[in-house]
C-alpha cells in the first residue's frame, strides 16, 4: 500500500449507517471539518470526505449518505452501493467501511449492516447511541455482537468522548486484517417462501437472522413507567399540544428568518455602503469606477446579504434535526401538504420562503426523497417573499383605495395585501398538484419515515451544518449571482447615453435617460406589445426587467426611470415621492395616466407570481445540479404572472375598477 | 384478515404478511415490518394522517395508504 514516492497511501474508509444513527457526529469526531464537499458525478448526492491521521496512517473517511437500505432503489441508495464496491469515478475502493449502527434500535440497524457485511470489504461497527438505549432499559453486549457479526464492534458515545480513540485503533487494524465471513443468510433464505419476489424474501431472511442475533446481545432490564424520549413524544405529536408546540416552533423559526436576521442584513448593507463610498472617493468618475461600485461591490452586497438568513434557517433546521423534532414537524404537516403532491418535508422549505426563496430552496436539502424535493424547489419562488412586502406595500397604499369591506375595520388594501399571500400559496399548491400529476408522475412516493428518539444536539454538528450551508452557497451559487450582477449592470449602463444637446439636465434626469437609452431600456421599450396588455407602459416593462437581479430593485428602478435619481422608496420621504410621481405618470404623449387600480393590482400579481430574481434561479440551479430547472422555473412563473397579470387587468377595466 | 390501516390508536396487532411486490410494500418489510412481528400504533397526525406505529423497539411514520400495504391479526 505504499505509493510510488515511498509515502503510504492514505487508506479509504467508507462511512455508512442508517439515518439518525449519529453518522454525522462521529464523522465529525472522527475527521473534523471536511477537507471535501461537492457532489458525485451526475447526481446530487452529497460527496463528502474528511482526512484524520492516526499512529502516522493518514485514513480518508468518505461519509456515505444516510441508508436504511442496499438495495439500491434511489441515488442515495445507489452512490452507497457504488462508492463500496468500488465503482463510484474518483473515489478508489474503500479498504475497510464502518458501519454505524443505534444500540437502542438495533435489529433494524443490523439490516443494513448484513448487506454490507455480505460486500466482503473488512468491517468496523461502531455501536452509538448506548446512553440513550441504556435510559430506555437496553444494553448490547458488543463483545457477543462482535462474535456473531465476525467483525469488531466498538461503542462509542461522542458526547461522552467514549470509544472514538478504540474505533481509529479498530479501522487501521481492520484494514489489514481479512473480511469477515458474509453473514450465514442461506438457511434462512431457503426456508422462505419462494413465491415472493427476491428482495422480499432477502428482507424476511436478513431479520429471521437478526431475531436470532438480537435475541442474543441485547439484555432487558426491567424499567416501570416510560421514557424520558417516550414522554417528550407523546406531547410532541399529540393532537392539542403537539399542533400548539409546533406553531409555536414555526412562529420562532420564521420570525427568526424575517426579522433577527434584518440587523445583520442592515450591518452588511451598511458596511458595502461604506465601502463604496470608499471607491468612490478614491476613484475618478468613470466606466471603471461604476463597474467597481454599481456592479462588483453591489453583487458582492447582494450575495452576501442573504448569509445572516441562511445560517440563522440552518441553525435552526441543525437544531430540530439534532433533537428528533425535524421529521416530527413532517409528521403534523404531511396531510395538508399531501393533497398537493408534495410531502410534510416540504413544509419548513415552503415556510421559509415566505421570508426568501433562497434559503427555503437550501432547506429542501432535508427531503431525502428527489421528486419532492425538486416539487418543493420549483414552488418555493412563488411563496411571497419579503422582497415582494415593499411593492405589494407602496401599491396598495397608492392606488387600493381605503374602503371597507363587509367590517368596518376591514380595509381594502389589508385585503388585497393578503390576497397576494394566498394567490402565490394557491397557485404553488395547483403548480405542485399538475406537476405531481404529469411530469412527475409515477408510482406513489413512500412516506416511512423514522421518528427518532428525542436527544441533545451536539454544537459541533450544528455549527458544521450552518458552516457548510452558508459556505456552499457563497462559494456556489454566491460566485454565479455575482457575475449575473455584473451582466446585468453592463446591460444597464451601456451603451452610454447620447444627451440630447442644449438641454439643461438634472443628475437625476439624466440617470434616468442613461437607463432608458440602455440595453435594457431598449428590452423595456422593444417588449412594450408584450406589456401593454397587462395595462403597462414601456417604462413599467423596463422596470420588470431592470428588476431581474432582484425583486426589490424594481422600485428603486422606477424611481430612476421616473427621473427621480436614486430616491429610497423605503423611507418616508423616498416612498412619498415615488407614489407622487407614479401618481402623476403619463403615457407617452397623451394625458392618460398610467397607473390605475387594475394597473396596480396588475403590477402587483405580476411580482407575486414572477421569478425576477436571479439569485434564487442561480440557487435552484446549483441545489439540482442542472440548468433545465431553473430555465423551467423561470418559463412556467414567468408565463403564469402574464398570464395573471393580463386577467386582472382585462377583469378590472372591464369592471371599472 | 385486517390492515394496519384498521388498528385503532393504542391497540397493537401481529404482522400477518406485507404481500405487495411495489417498492412501497419492500421498503416496510427492510424497516422491520416482517410477519410475526408485534406493532403498535402509538398515535395519529392532527389532521388524520400519517400514523406514528411503534415497531421493533422504535417510532415510525407510515401513511395510511401504506398502513393499508399491511395484514395484521389482533
Ligand atoms: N445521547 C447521544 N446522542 C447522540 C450520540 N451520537 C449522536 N447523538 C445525537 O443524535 C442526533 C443525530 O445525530 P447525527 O450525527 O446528526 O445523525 P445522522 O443523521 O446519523 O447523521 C444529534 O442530535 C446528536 O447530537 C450519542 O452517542 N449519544
Known amino acids: 500500500m505504499t505509493e510510488p514516492g515511498g509515502r503510504e497511501r492514505p487508506l479509504i474508509v467508507a462511512l455508512v449507517g442508517n439515518p439518525n444513527t449519529g453518522k454525522s457526529t462521529l464523522f465529525t469526531a472522527l475527521a473534523g471539518i471536511p477537507t471535501r464537499i461537492g457532489n458525485y458525478p451526475g447526481v446530487t448526492v452529497e460527496e463528502?470526505?474528511?482526512?484524520?491521521?492516526?499512529?502516522?496512517?493518514?485514513?480518508?473517511?468518505?461519509?456515505?449518505?444516510?441508508?436504511?437500505?442496499?438495495r439500491a432503489?434511489?441515488?442515495?441508495?445507489?452512490?452507497?452501493?457504488?462508492?463500496?464496491?468500488?465503482?463510484?469515478?474518483?473515489?478508489?475502493?474503500?479498504?475497510?467501511?464502518?458501519?454505524?449502527v443505534d444500540a437502542s434500535n438495533l435489529a433494524r440497524n443490523l439490516f443494513l449492516t448484513s448487506q454490507v457485511l455480505d460486500l466482503g470489504l473488512p468491517t468496523v461497527v461502531a455501536l452509538t447511541l448506548g446512553d440513550l438505549a441504556a435510559e430506555r432499559g437496553i444494553t448490547v453486549d458488543a463483545d457477543s455482537l462482535a462474535r456473531r457479526l465476525g467483525c469488531p464492534v466498538i461503542p462509542v458515545v461522542v458526547p461522552q468522548g467514549v470509544g472514538v480513540s478504540t474505533l481509529r485503533d479498530s479501522v487501521v487494524g481492520a484494514a489489514a486484517a481479512l473480511p469477515p465471513p458474509p453473514p450465514a443468510l442461506a438457511a434462512h433464505l431457503a426456508d422462505a417462501d419462494a413465491e415472493r419476489p427476491p428482495a422480499a424474501r432477502d428482507a424476511i431472511a436478513r431479520y429471521a437472522w437478526i431475531d436470532g442475533i438480537a435475541a442474543d446481545v441485547i439484555r432487558r432490564s426491567d424499567r416501570t413507567g416510560r421514557s424520558r424520549s417516550e414522554a417528550i413524544d407523546a406531547i410532541l405529536t399529540h393532537r392539542v399540544w403537539g399542533t400548539l408546540v409546533f406553531a409555536m416552533v414555526m412562529l420562532a423559526l420564521f420570525t427568526s428568518i424575517f426579522r433577527l436576521a434584518s440587523p445583520a442584513m442592515d450591518l452588511i448593507s451598511a458596511g458595502m455602503d461604506g465601502v463604496a463610498a470608499q471607491v468612490e472617493a478614491s476613484l475618478p468618475e468613470g466606466p471603471l469606477r461604476s463597474l467597481l461600485v454599481d456592479g462588483v461591490l453591489a453583487g458582492v452586497?447582494?450575495?452576501?446579504?442573504?448569509?445572516?438568513?441562511?445560517?440563522?434557517l440552518f441553525l435552526f433546521i441543525a437544531i430540530l434535526e439534532g433533537c428528533g423534532y425535524l421529521s416530527r414537524a413532517a409528521f403534523l404537516m404531511d396531510r395538508l401538504l399531501v393533497g398537493a403532491g408534495l410531502s410534510g418535508k416540504s413544509f419548513i422549505p415552503l415556510l421559509s420562503s415566505f421570508a426568501c426563496a433562497i434559503p427555503g430552496i437550501m432547506a429542501a436539502r432535508t427531503i431525502e426523497n428527489r421528486r419532492d424535493r425538486l416539487l418543493t424547489i420549483l414552488v418555493?419562488?412563488?411563496?411571497?417573499?419579503?422582497?415582494?412586502?415593499?411593492?405589494?406595500?407602496?401599491?396598495?397604499?397608492?392606488?387600493?383605495?381605503?374602503?371597507?369591506?363587509?367590517?368596518?375595520?376591514?380595509?381594502?388594501?389589508?385585503?388585497?395585501?393578503?390576497?397576494?399571500?394566498?394567490?402565490?400559496?394557491?397557485?404553488?399548491?395547483?403548480?405542485?398538484?399538475?406537476?405531481?400529476?404529469?411530469?412527475?408522475?409515477?408510482?406513489p412516493q413512500p412516506f416511512v419515515m423514522e421518528l427518532p428518539g428525542w436527544r441533545w444536539p451536539q454544537a459541533a454538528v450544528v455549527l458544521e451544518r450552518v458552516r457548510e450551508a452558508a459556505w456552499s452557497f457563497l462559494k456556489n451559487a454566491g460566485t454565479l449571482i455575482l457575475a449575473m450582477s455584473i451582466v446585468l449592470w453592463a446591460l444597464g449602463t451601456y451603451p452610454r447615453p447620447v444627451l440630447p444637446a442644449g438641454g439643461e439636465f438634472t443628475e437625476a434626469e439624466a440617470r434616468g435617460e442613461a437607463l432608458r437609452q440602455s440595453f435594457l431600456?431598449?428590452?423595456?421599450?422593444?417588449?412594450?406589445?408584450?406589456?401593454?396588455?397587462?395595462?403597462?407602459?414601456?417604462?413599467?416593462?423596463?422596470?420588470?426587467?431592470?428588476?431581474?437581479?432582484?425583486?426589490?430593485?424594481?422600485?428603486?428602478?422606477?424611481?430612476?426611470?421616473?427621473?427621480?435619481?436614486?430616491?429610497?422608496?423605503?423611507?418616508?420621504?423616498?416612498?412619498?415621492?415615488?407614489?407622487?410621481?407614479?401618481?402623476?405618470?403619463?403615457?407617452?404623449?397623451?394625458?392618460?395616466?398610467?397607473?390605475?387600480?387594475?394597473?396596480?393590482?396588475?403590477i402587483m400579481v405580476f411580482f407575486a407570481l414572477c421569478a425576477q430574481c436571479a439569485s434564487t434561479l442561480a440557487v435552484i440551479g446549483r441545489e439540482t445540479g442542472?440548468?433545465?430547472?431553473?430555465?423551467?422555473?423561470?418559463?412556467?412563473?414567468?408565463?403564469?404572472?402574464?398570464?395573471?397579470?393580463?386577467?386582472i387587468y382585462q377583469l378590472g377595466t372591464a369592471l371599472g375598477w | 384478515m385486517q390492515s394496519l390501516e384498521e388498528i385503532g390508536v393504542g391497540q397493537t396487532a401481529s404482522i400477518a404478511d406485507v404481500p405487495g411486490a411495489d417498492a412501497v410494500s419492500l421498503r416496510l418489510l427492510e424497516m422491520g415490518l416482517t410477519p410475526g412481528v408485534r406493532v403498535a400504533v402509538v398515535g395519529r397526525a392532527p389532521l388524520g394522517d400519517p400514523v406514528e406505529l411503534e415497531v421493533r423497539g422504535y417510532r415510525l411514520s407510515i401513511r395510511r395508504r401504506e398502513a393499508a400495504l399491511v395484514t395484521v391479526t389482533t
Not at chain 1, 452507497?80 to 464502518?98: E, S, W
Not at chain 1, 363587509?406 to 381594502?412: A, C, T, Y
Not at chain 1, 408584450?530 to 422600485?555: H, I, T
Request: proline fraction near 7%; charge should be neutral.
Open chain 1, 301 to 312: 452586497g447582494g450575495v452576501v446579504v442573504f448569509v445572516p438568513q441562511i445560517a440563522l
Open chain 1, 48 to 70: 463528502k470526505v474528511g482526512r484524520f491521521s492516526h499512529h502516522g496512517r493518514d485514513v480518508d473517511l468518505v461519509d456515505l449518505p444516510g441508508t436504511y437500505s442496499l
Open chain 1, 626 to 647: 442542472s440548468w433545465v430547472w431553473p430555465v423551467v422555473t423561470f418559463a412556467y412563473m414567468t408565463s403564469l404572472a402574464w398570464l395573471g397579470a393580463f386577467a
Open chain 1, 380 to 443: 418555493a419562488p412563488l411563496m411571497s417573499c419579503s422582497a415582494r412586502l415593499p411593492v405589494y406595500l407602496l401599491l396598495c397604499g397608492a392606488f387600493v383605495p381605503d374602503a371597507a369591506v363587509v367590517f368596518p375595520w376591514l380595509r381594502l388594501p389589508a385585503v388585497v395585501l393578503v390576497a397576494m399571500y394566498a394567490l402565490g400559496v394557491i397557485v404553488a399548491a395547483a403548480v405542485a398538484f399538475g406537476l405531481s400529476r404529469t411530469v412527475f408522475r409515477g408510482p
Open chain 1, 521 to 602: 431600456g431598449r428590452a423595456g421599450r422593444a417588449i412594450e406589445p408584450l406589456v401593454k396588455p397587462l395595462g403597462w407602459d414601456w417604462r413599467l416593462g423596463c422596470a420588470a426587467l431592470a428588476s431581474f437581479p432582484a425583486r426589490e430593485v424594481v422600485l428603486g428602478t422606477l424611481g430612476v426611470i421616473y427621473n427621480l435619481g436614486d430616491v429610497d422608496p423605503g423611507d418616508e420621504e423616498g416612498g412619498t415621492m415615488l407614489v407622487r410621481r407614479l401618481k402623476a405618470a403619463t403615457w407617452d404623449g397623451t394625458e392618460r395616466k398610467v397607473f390605475s387600480l387594475p394597473v396596480a393590482l396588475s
Open chain 1, 73 to 100: 432503489q434511489s441515488p442515495d441508495e445507489q452512490v452507497a452501493v457504488d462508492v463500496l464496491c468500488g465503482r463510484m469515478r474518483g473515489v478508489p475502493k474503500p479498504d475497510c467501511a464502518i458501519v454505524v
